[in-house]
């Protein structure tokens, strides 16, 4: 038996109000959102997680995101920016995963709420730790990751095909808003 695919799920990090930017779609990072994803970086190291490909929504607080977690983990990866990715449904993402993921073992999708949770929970189905279920209830905030391990091919994948083994929402310490 093959070793499972890995799916890393990230929300985006804290993005400055709508207020701030033109349109939805260039909102960036506030100083807090930057290091928050740095922590998010730090921890996908500490646990050993590495990505082969990364799919990002193009929106500008989501590549930031990535840009973040790269800088805070040293994580190299080939990057995909996906339009269909910004604000999208689970269905679609599911899809974007289908068509992209290929032979890669691990990917991260870096995306918006309410599908990047909804994702999670849909391709879960209830599946995994205990802990990381209750974590995962308790709400999906800015800059959270969900880590998955994946049976099934990535062309099929579907809902209930993975198991949550992890839930992190990463804070720094050293910023404020």
Same mark, same amino acid.
């Given at each position: 038996?093959?070793?499972?695919?890995?799916?890393?799920?990230?929300?985006?990090?804290?993005?400055?109000?709508?207020?701030?930017?033109?349109?939805?779609?260039?909102?960036?990072?506030?100083?807090?959102?930057?290091?928050?994803?740095?922590?998010?970086?730090?921890?996908?190291?500490?646990?050993?997680?590495?990505?082969?490909?990364?799919?990002?929504?193009?929106?500008?607080?989501?590549?930031?995101?990535?840009?973040?977690?790269?800088?805070?983990?040293?994580?190299? !990866? =080939? @990057?995909? %920016?996906? /339009?269909? #990715?910004?604000?999208?449904?689970?269905?679609?993402?599911? $899809?974007?995963?289908? &068509?992209?993921?290929?032979?890669?073992?691990?990917? !991260? =999708? @870096?995306? %918006?709420? /309410?599908? #990047?949770?909804?994702?999670?929970?849909?391709?879960?189905? $209830?599946?995994?730790? &205990?802990?990381?279920?209750?974590?995962?209830?308790?709400?999906?905030?800015?800059?959270?990751?969900?880590?998955?391990?994946?049976?099934?091919?990535?062309?099929?994948?579907?809902?209930?095909?993975?198991?949550?083994?992890?839930?992190?929402?990463?804070?720094?310490?050293?910023?404020?808003?």
């Amino acid at each position: 038996m093959t070793a499972p695919r890995q799916l890393i799920v990230i929300r985006h990090a804290k993005a400055a109000s709508p207020e701030s930017a033109e349109a939805d779609h260039e909102r960036p990072l506030t100083p807090r959102g930057v290091a928050d994803a740095k922590a998010m970086g730090a921890w996908l190291k500490e646990r050993g997680i590495s990505v082969d490909l990364v799919l990002c929504s193009t929106a500008t607080r989501t590549r930031e995101t990535w840009a973040g977690i790269v800088e805070g983990g040293k994580l190299g !990866a =080939l @990057v995909e %920016h996906d /339009p269909r #990715i910004y604000n999208a449904s689970v269905e679609r993402l599911i $899809g974007v995963i289908r &068509e992209q993921g290929k032979s890669a073992r691990s990917v !991260a =999708l @870096v995306g %918006h709420a /309410p599908g #990047i949770p909804g994702l999670a929970a849909t391709l879960s189905e $209830g599946r995994g730790d &205990e802990d990381e279920k209750l974590a995962m209830a308790s709400g999906f905030p800015t800059c959270t990751a969900g880590v998955l391990e994946v049976e099934a091919p990535w062309k099929e994948l579907a809902a209930g095909t993975a198991e949550l083994v992890a839930v992190h929402t990463a804070r720094s310490d050293d910023a404020s808003d």
